[in-house]
């Protein structure tokens, strides 16, 4: 069943990435619009694998694609540990957020780059929500997700290196 967005939730993929970054102390909207986006991440990693040419690339974009989703369940379950809401990831059929427009990484090495950024950047987020929250076991799946977002980036990184090496 496609999962209907909270009223007060961003409309489109773009600006739900908008709101999540702006954010410091998230609502429980917030953490929704996390387990969506986080679950439609599976979905852009994969389509930009389909333009990787290089099979390693492939790999390692697929790769942070699954683990995509895994950080939509860990949102899950820590909006269910702080509110007892059961709030799912859905699969790509089912996500609002997938409707629209997907945009897609671009296959070279500075595009390859610049997700990698934005990767750190969500390490960071994940420390900032983390620390607003006062449940440890909820900011402790939020810190996990954080931690995988650097190794994201890190493979990325390696992706770049692969392109640069044939170039
Ligand atoms: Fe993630
Ligand atoms: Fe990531």
Do not use: C
């Not at 595009?111 to 076991?137: H, M, P, V």
């Not at 799946?141 to 290196?161: F, K, Q, V």
């Amino acid at each position: 069943m496609p999962v209907t967005l909270p009223s007060d939730a961003p409309q489109t993929l773009g600006e739900a990435f908008a709101r999540i970054n702006s954010v410091t102390a998230p609502t429980m909207t917030d953490l929704k619009v996390m387990v969506l986006v986080e679950a439609a991440g599976q979905t852009l990693y994969e389509k930009s694998a389909e333009g990787a040419e290089d099979a390693r690339v492939k790999a390692l974009l697929i790769e942070n694609g699954h683990e995509e989703m895994k950080h939509a369940r860990r949102a899950a379950e820590a909006i269910k540990i702080l509110t007892g809401e059961d709030f799912p990831a859905p699969a790509a059929a089912d996500n609002p957020y997938l409707t629209g427009h997907i945009p897609v990484a671009a296959i070279t090495p500075e595009g390859l780059r610049k997700t990698a950024e934005s990767e750190f950047n969500g390490d960071a987020l994940y420390a900032r929500w983390a620390d607003s929250l006062d449940n440890a076991d909820a900011a402790e799946l939020l810190r996990a997700n954080g931690r995988e977002e650097t190794d994201h980036g890190h493979r990325l990184l390696e992706a770049a290196a692969i392109l640069e090496a044939q170039a």
